[in-house]
């Protein structure tokens, strides 16, 4: 029973530390435009948590349904075919058998080089889970960085939010809230400013 809550600690730690991480570099990606400094904004643990969980839904998403649909492609007709070809062809099994010892040899491993072996694999894993891992979080760094330039375009207009503080009459373009404080961008001048959450601000409900 303790073993099973342990390895739920660590899995479910491993899940907050993934999804701190993708938000965390939706944040880099998105404020790096803006040149924005997060401690102003005073962005809270869960904000960074939940915004992460957004970001990597679908690309999860889309993740998972072409790993299920190559897995089953692969366990239900390319192996199921081979392995047939191997049972009723003999130039197959003879292919396959030349193959194997070319690759592993017929030589048994020593115990040494078993352990040598699957720290290698282990190793080879764990690089590539690292590649992946740093490769997707590129990934929603460069979404978001798209984001924030589609703001500053004058081109985009549906990516932006314009919005007016209370008892001012100027308008600014929003970009971003934290747990306090707020930024946005002033229309006259393209200059970031901060604001506090408790001056207040409105904007126009579209159709």
Sequence with gaps: MIKKLSDSAVILAFITAFFYCVGTAGNRGYYRVFKLDPDV????????LYSGLLLAFVPLFKIIFISLLVFFIVSSLIVPAYFDGLVNNFKVR??????????????????LEKKLKSITKDLAVFTVLMIAFICFLAYIEKGQHEK?????SDNEVQAKLTIRLE???KDMIFIAC???????????????????????FSYPLGD
Excluded: M, T
Excluded at 96 to 111: A, C, I, L, M
Excluded at 185 to 198: A, C, K, N, T, V
């Design 41 to 48: 904004l005073d962005l809270g643990f869960h904000n960074i």
């Design 94 to 111: 003879r292919r396959h058998v030349r193959w194997k010892r070319k690759f592993f040899g017929n030589r048994d491993d020593y115990e």
């Design 148 to 152: 924030a330039n589609r703001i500053v």
């Design 167 to 169: 008892g001012e009459a």
């Design 178 to 200: 934290g747990s306090r404080n707020c930024a946005g961008l002033e229309l006259p001048g393209r200059r970031i400013r901060y604001f506090s959450q408790d001056k207040g």
